[in-house]
């Protein structure tokens, strides 16, 4: 029998708001993966949203005097979903059932309101970078990768059991995939594609000349997804320092030059659990590939596919896991029916309006 989320059968919870250090104390992100405290990386990301001019509210929900949950709910002005700017979002859930959820969810609702706000999204787990979208509805056996939801069965339960209350109005599907180095390259050399161009690594510590052209071209030609986090120099100066973390990381960032036109960049993003736990990147969760739209429709977007495995050859790195890819995009449909690819985890995103 499904369970139900008529919270009267336990009891009423009682839902405060708390300061970040008790919220992260009792979340389960907290321990998430063995080794890694991202406590700082969380609450930095949190008050970069705020000084921004955003807000956050930190959760917790208690059910007769014990814990059983928690939720941040936040605006992140920088955060897009289907070209709207006034969307808020909700993330880092820990619940003991669907009733917990669902009553937080009420409450986050209410406090976007308060702001005249009338959608929110989630689950959007900031940082992106670390904890990603959507909860986790198949795909466990495969390995926790920084910048993909990692949740345990009951969680895609809890989620399925609010949505058949006809609670949420929409929810989208998203894919990772994992990328099969040599049947990638089997096929690449079926093509002919132009090769007139040049890839640069740039200078990590002298970042100030191409930080605002990437961020420009990442806005002008990735916001076709529902879900997008739009940035900014200062984002992408953040990240590179980051990157400093990596040996090496500068092949990881691979710009495309024309002559001496900008044409493009492939940015690998790393397993941050594993730099950030000291451990040897084997890792990736994908690549961020961008092209000015004078260049598109040339099949250049193959220069990148070559660029990354070339270079994540010589690295060692032999696992590509290509994270929060839309259900809907036609390239992710494309790689799965020529088998250079394979579906390995889903997450469902959820929509509430108010």
């Given at each position: 029998?499904?369970?139900?989320?008529?919270?009267?059968?336990?009891?009423?919870?009682?839902?405060?708001?708390i300061?970040?250090?008790?919220?992260?104390?009792?979340?389960?992100?907290?321990?998430?993966?063995?080794?890694?405290?991202?406590?700082?990386?969380?609450?930095?990301?949190?008050?970069?949203?705020?000084?921004?001019?955003?807000?956050?509210?930190?959760?917790?929900?208690?059910?007769?005097?014990?814990?059983?949950g928690?939720?941040?709910?936040?605006?992140?002005?920088?955060?897009r979903?289907?070209?709207?700017?006034?969307?808020?979002?909700?993330?880092?859930?820990?619940?003991?059932?669907?009733?917990?959820?669902?009553?937080?969810?009420?409450?986050?609702?209410?406090?976007?309101?308060?702001?005249?706000?009338?959608?929110?999204?989630?689950?959007?787990?900031?940082?992106?970078?670390?904890?990603?979208?959507?909860?986790?509805?198949?795909?466990?056996?495969?390995?926790?990768?920084?910048?993909?939801?990692?949740?345990?069965?009951?969680?895609?339960?809890?989620?399925?059991?609010?949505?058949?209350?006809?609670?949420?109005?929409?929810?989208?599907?998203?894919?990772?995939?994992?990328?099969?180095?040599?049947?990638?390259?089997?096929?690449?050399?079926?093509?002919?594609?132009?090769?007139?161009?040049?890839?640069?690594?740039?200078?990590l510590?002298?970042?100030?000349?191409?930080?605002?052209?990437?961020?420009?071209?990442?806005?002008?030609t990735?916001?076709?997804?529902?879900?997008?986090?739009?940035?900014?120099?200062?984002?992408?100066?953040?990240?590179?320092?980051?990157?400093?973390?990596?040996?090496?990381?500068?092949?990881?960032?691979?710009?495309?030059?024309?002559?001496?036109?900008?044409?493009?960049?492939?940015?690998?993003?790393?397993?941050?659990?594993?730099?950030?736990?000291?451990?040897?990147?084997?890792?990736?969760?994908?690549?961020?590939?961008?092209?000015?739209?004078?260049y598109?429709?040339?099949?250049l977007?193959?220069?990148f596919?070559?660029?990354?495995?070339?270079?994540?050859?010589?690295?060692?790195?032999?696992?590509?896991?290509?994270?929060?890819?839309?259900?809907?995009?036609?390239?992710?449909?494309?790689?799965?029916?020529?088998?250079?690819?394979?579906?390995?985890?889903?997450?469902?995103?959820?929509?509430?309006?108010?």
């Amino acid at each position: 029998m499904a369970e139900s989320i008529n919270l009267s059968i336990r009891s009423s919870p009682r839902i405060n708001e708390i300061p970040f250090l008790a919220f992260w104390l009792r979340s389960r992100y907290r321990t998430i993966v063995d080794g890694v405290d991202a406590k700082i990386n969380v609450r930095d990301y949190f008050e970069n949203i705020k000084s921004d001019g955003g807000f956050v509210h930190y959760l917790e929900c208690n059910e007769n005097g014990k814990f059983a949950g928690s939720m941040v709910v936040y605006r992140d002005l920088l955060y897009r979903s289907y070209q709207r700017d006034n969307v808020a979002c909700f993330g880092l859930v820990t619940a003991s059932h669907a009733g917990i959820l669902k009553a937080m969810l009420d409450r986050a609702i209410g406090i976007i309101e308060n702001y005249g706000l009338s959608v929110m999204r989630g689950p959007v787990n900031a940082p992106r970078s670390l904890f990603g979208y959507g909860v986790q509805s198949w795909g466990q056996e495969y390995p926790i990768i920084a910048g993909s939801s990692a949740d345990p069965p009951r969680y895609s339960k809890m989620y399925a059991i609010v949505e058949k209350e006809h609670y949420f109005d929409k929810r989208d599907i998203y894919y990772n995939i994992l990328q099969d180095f040599e049947k990638s390259k089997a096929y690449l050399a079926t093509m002919d594609f132009d090769r007139n161009f040049r890839f640069i690594n740039p200078d990590l510590d002298a970042f100030d000349v191409i930080a605002s052209k990437i961020a420009d071209m990442m806005n002008l030609t990735l916001n076709y997804r529902p879900d997008f986090l739009s940035t900014n120099e200062k984002r992408v100066k953040a990240a590179v320092e980051m990157y400093k973390l990596v040996p090496g990381a500068e092949k990881l960032m691979g710009l495309l030059y024309d002559g001496d036109i900008f044409a493009g960049a492939v940015i690998m993003q790393p397993d941050w659990f594993q730099v950030l736990s000291g451990r040897p990147l084997t890792q990736l969760i994908g690549d961020i590939t961008m092209l000015d739209k004078a260049y598109q429709g040339r099949r250049l977007y193959l220069n990148f596919s070559e660029y990354y495995m070339d270079i994540l050859s010589k690295f060692g790195c032999r696992y590509l896991e290509h994270a929060s890819m839309w259900e809907n995009q036609e390239a992710v449909k494309a790689s799965l029916s020529k088998g250079v690819t394979k579906l390995i985890k889903q997450f469902w995103m959820y929509e509430l309006h108010s």
